[in-house]
């Protein structure tokens, strides 16, 4: 069963490590943002969307089980990309990135469209 947690902690040589979730979900819209295809994440709260405010943990939900995380990403995607393509790179990008920095082992990345967003046409 699955524990929501604000920290995940370890023990290293020179005392412990104490990692946010906050820091992992912003690590994981970094780099679904890079992903090419990937316009915006989808989601947040609604003050954020009334307001408009931009926060790479917007649509990104992180579940910790032991020392495996699974990550929940919601993204919009560019018109004309092919939505299964741009999931998959956007799950390698993720995992990729969430382990390399952090050095835990995500155990799955899911990856939902919110919403398409269309080039507007010029003037």
């Known amino acids: 069963m699955s524990e929501s947690r604000e920290y995940y902690s370890r023990s290293e040589p020179y005392g412990d490590v104490y990692i946010s979730e906050e820091v992992l979900e912003m690590i994981a819209g970094a780099a679904a943002l890079e992903v090419e295809g990937v ?3 989808a989601g947040g709260t609604m003050s954020e969307q009334l307001l ?3 926060k790479l943990s917007k649509g990104i939900t992180i579940l910790w089980e032991s020392d495996n995380i699974t990550i929940n990403v919601s993204i919009q995607i560019r018109y004309g990309g092919t939505i ?3 999931a998959r790179k956007v799950q390698e990008a993720i995992v990729t990135s969430v382990e390399d920095t952090s050095g835990l082992k995500v155990a799955a990345v899911n990856v939902r469209v919110g919403g398409v ?3 507007k046409p010029e003037a």
């Open 39 to 41: 316009t915006g994440l």
């Open 52 to 54: 408009g405010r931009k």
């Open 84 to 86: 299964p393509e741009v």
């Open 117 to 119: 967003t269309f080039e």
